[in-house]
């Protein structure tokens, strides 16, 4: 498949933990990003994280960093969102997306999975 397909989201209280997972197809290799955009309810999305298939580069929002960590299956075609100390704050949908470098030019955004996080 072209766009992203993403999986896991749940509800879940605060403080705790939750994997997102996304698939994606790398047969265009040229889109070497893949990575998570969330959207809270009434704000607009916003980026969470991303990686690089092909060296691993690691990016994060200054909101998540040291609670959440991405990583990547090369065997699988899968990249994980591992999200530690969860808050009301993180609630949201989360896409996972897929791009050329981190410019976001030309995302492919997959349908989204929803987060709620409860206090």
């Known amino acids: 498949q072209v766009q992203p397909v993403e999986s896991g989201g749940r509800l879940v209280q605060a403080g705790g933990s939750l994997t997102l997972s996304c698939t994606a197809s790398?047969?265009?290799?040229?889109?070497?990003?893949l990575g998570w955009f969330r959207q809270a309810p009434g704000k607009e999305r916003e980026f969470v994280a991303a990686?690089?298939?092909?060296?691993?580069?690691?990016s994060y929002a200054n909101s998540v960093k040291g609670r959440f960590t991405i990583s990547k299956d090369d065997a699988r075609d899968t990249v994980n969102l591992r999200m530690n100390s969860l808050n009301v704050e993180d609630t949201g949908v989360y896409y996972c997306?897929?791009?050329?470098?981190?410019?976001?030019?030309?995302?492919?955004w997959g349908q989204g999975t929803q987060v709620t996080v409860s206090s």
């Open positions: 790398r047969r265009t290799f040229v889109r070497d990003i």
């Open positions: 997306v897929s791009d050329r470098d981190l410019k976001w030019g030309d995302i492919y």
């Open positions: 990686i690089s298939w092909s060296g691993g580069d690691t």
